[in-house]
């Protein structure tokens, strides 16, 4: 069974859930969290250098990490891909917008927000991030108020990488709303067959860090 490293809360980690829902592979999740610096622990590590999740660990011990390789990895075979170069580089282009115009401005603040002990001690960052986060709104809704989806006519991987920090947009302070494009876009991307909620757990098995893992190593 696969073995998805991540918590419910990750919205890079919930792009793995949607394409592993989408294709309905089972497996299993591992609570490795950011906010208790478990990535950074050795034993994690040891599965994925980078100390970032998500990660997917497939049965065979390959190793698959970043959402967007994990969204390629298991759309290759599935109508959220395609065999067209031209459609292909535009769904990269669209996900390589998400990981450094949307993502860096999004989910910062949302993590700001919500993840950090002190958020009014974040002020002036979430003020810098603000306009840098409007502007890549402001792109998706050029885009989304002539068409329904990102990157090509239907549904792809493109949609799938930009959905979860978009969804959560109004969490850090932005009226959806004010974005109908966008706000259309949400419910389509809300109805493609076997779409599951953000914080929903779609694992057959939940498995602490420590269950996993074991104790700690010796110093």
């Not at 979860?164 to 949400?186: C, K, M, N």
Request: one cysteine or more; hydrophobic letters at 40%.
């Amino acid at each position: 069974m696969l073995t998805l490293f991540g918590t419910l809360d990750s919205g890079n980690v919930y792009k793995a859930q949607l394409i592993l829902a989408r294709v309905g592979a089972d497996y299993r999740r591992v609570d490795v969290a950011q906010t208790r610096n478990e990535p950074r622990d050795p034993r994690f590590l040891a599965v994925n250098p980078m100390g970032k999740v998500p990660v997917v660990l497939r049965e065979d011990g390959h190793v698959i990490s970043e959402s967007g390789a994990i969204l390629y990895h298991f759309a290759g075979s599935s109508d959220l891909w395609s065999k067209d170069r031209d459609t292909t580089t535009e769904i990269l282009r669209w996900m390589f917008f998400e990981q450094y115009s949307h993502e860096p401005a999004l989910a910062v603040m949302r993590y700001l927000r919500h993840f950090t002990d002190h958020p009014d001690r974040h002020a002036g960052r979430f003020a810098e991030l603000e306009p840098q986060a409007r502007r890549a709104l402001g792109v998706m809704e050029s885009r989304l108020s002539g068409h329904d989806w990102l990157a090509a006519e239907g549904c792809t991987i493109a949609d799938f990488a930009l959905y979860p920090y978009t969804h959560t947009a109004g969490s850090v302070g932005f009226d959806v709303s004010r974005f109908p494009g966008i706000e259309r876009w949400l419910e389509r991307v809300e109805s493609q067959p076997r779409f599951v909620p953000f914080g929903y757990e779609g694992a057959v098995e939940t498995l602490s860090f420590a269950e996993y893992f074991g104790s700690e190593p010796e110093e």
